[in-house]
């Protein structure tokens, strides 16, 4: 039985920016909708004074995630992204503010204590900090990393590896090593490739160019005609062989036996 439920899948967009936008007008850049969802971008000082607005006056009460985009060629390269949802109007919105490596973002943990990981993670992969985190350090990278490695920038080769050494009890950095059998390549492997056409490809290059069509003018071209069909009337094989009469009849059954194996 199909149980019909009279909230919606998800509240409408209608009249949440005009409700939104009038409270936080001092400090709002810009108000869109895209993609099904309301996007507010606000002065980047002044996002915790959003955020708090955006909880306690309209009821957005969780801090679903807090997301780091890079963009190189502008002047704050960075852009936080805020993605808050109210259970209570089953709906959701974005907040965004621009940054870069020498503007910090004021912290959210006073209003959210998950958004300290949050924080971090920003900080880890793209390099943003956060005024006022208590504890903003690395958490997805190994101890004594450098650099941030989800900046567009960043180099995705080098000359040095970095692991924990047992013996020294701390991590330490050495020349990459690669093993003999690490060089060996795979040219049938699809990742590699081969400079060479390998059987089969050449199916997958389409219909081979004809310069003129075939074309057949006469039966005999086909294997068809009349000898073609008085050969295919002819038998395969032979009648079977005679059986003669040798005047015994059919062996009968064998005599049953006695339940104690005896005749």
């Known amino acids: 039985m199909t149980v019909l439920h009279s909230a919606p899948k998800f509240a409408s967009n209608e009249g949440v920016i005009e409700a939104v936008s009038e409270t936080i007008s001092v400090w ?3 108000a869109i909708e895209a993609h099904g969802e309301v996007i507010f971008r606000v002065e980047r000082d002044a996002v915790d004074k959003v955020l708090r607005i955006l909880r306690d006056d309209h009821a957005y009460q969780q801090l679903m995630e807090i997301a780091g985009v890079d963009y190189p060629s502008r002047p704050e390269r960075f852009e936080v992204v805020y993605m808050l949802q109210s259970l209570t109007k089953n709906h959701r919105v974005m907040v965004k ?3 870069s490596e020498d503007t910090p973002v004021p912290t959210v943990t006073t209003l959210w204590p998950n958004a300290g990981w949050l924080e971090r993670e920003v900080f880890d ?3 943003v900090t956060f005024a006022g985190n208590p504890d903003l350090r690395r958490i997805l ?3 004594g990393f450098e650099g941030h490695p989800f900046r567009k920038d960043f180099p995705m080769t080098g000359y040095t ?3 924990y050494s047992e013996e020294e009890k701390r991590v330490v950095y050495e020349p990459v090593v690669l093993a003999q059998e690490m060089r060996s390549f795979d040219f049938l492997s699809p990742w590699e490739g081969a400079d060479y056409v390998l059987p089969g ?3 997958s290059r389409g219909a081979p160019a004809v310069a003129e069509p075939k074309t057949t003018e006469k039966p005999a071209d086909t294997g068809a005609g009349k000898k073609a069909d008085e050969a295919a009337a002819k038998p395969v094989g032979g009648a079977a062989p005679a059986q003669k ?3 015994k009849g059919a062996p009968g059954a064998p005599d049953p036996t006695s339940k104690e194996g005896g005749r």
Do not use: Q
């Open 28 to 30: 709002l850049i810009e």
């Open 97 to 99: 503010c621009s940054a």
């Open 125 to 127: 992969m793209y390099g």
């Open 141 to 143: 990278t190994d101890y």
């Open 161 to 163: 590896e970095l692991r």
């Open 201 to 203: 490809d050449e199916k």
């Open 245 to 247: 009469d040798s005047g």
